[in-house]
């Protein structure tokens, strides 16, 4: 079992910044990928970002790269998103999500079913 928890949403203005964390307890954490996905209203979950065990390697969505920056700190058994440049479009709930069933793949997954374990989401309103 893994339990995440996200925390650092909030109401922001368009330009500004936000860093979203999600705390990881149960498995080793070191050892699976964690993933950003974020979901608007009226709209199916999306993914944002992945990083792999190691946070030698991610990936974003398109229409956050540049903007968003995902990292993670085993020691703390945590993962952050750091959003910069903030637009309305981004306002949605973010979850984090590990996928511990595939422990240390060297590329992190980027599709919802592939992860196991979700947090309970946290809110990201970004006023124009």
């Known amino acids: 079992q893994v339990q995440l928890v996200e925390s650092g949403g909030g109401l922001v203005q368009a330009g500004g910044s936000l860093r979203l964390s999600c705390a990881a307890s149960?498995?080793?954490?070191?050892?699976?990928?964690m993933g950003w996905f974020r979901q608007a209203p009226g709209k199916e979950r999306e993914f944002v970002a992945a990083?792999?065990?190691?946070?030698?390697?991610?990936y974003y969505a398109d229409s956050v790269k540049g903007r968003f920056t995902i990292s993670r700190d085993n020691a703390k058994n945590t993962v952050y998103l750091q959003m910069n440049s903030l637009k309305p479009e981004d306002t949605a709930v973010y979850y984090c999500?590990?996928?511990?069933?595939?422990?240390?793949?060297?590329?992190?997954?980027?599709?919802?079913?592939?992860?196991?374990?979700w947090g309970q989401g946290t809110q990201v309103t970004v006023s124009s």
């Open positions: 990083i792999n065990w190691s946070g030698g390697r991610t």
């Open positions: 999500a590990a996928a511990v069933s595939v422990p240390l793949i060297a590329t992190p997954p980027r599709f919802h079913s592939e992860y196991d374990y």
């Open positions: 149960g498995r080793t954490f070191r050892s699976y990928a």
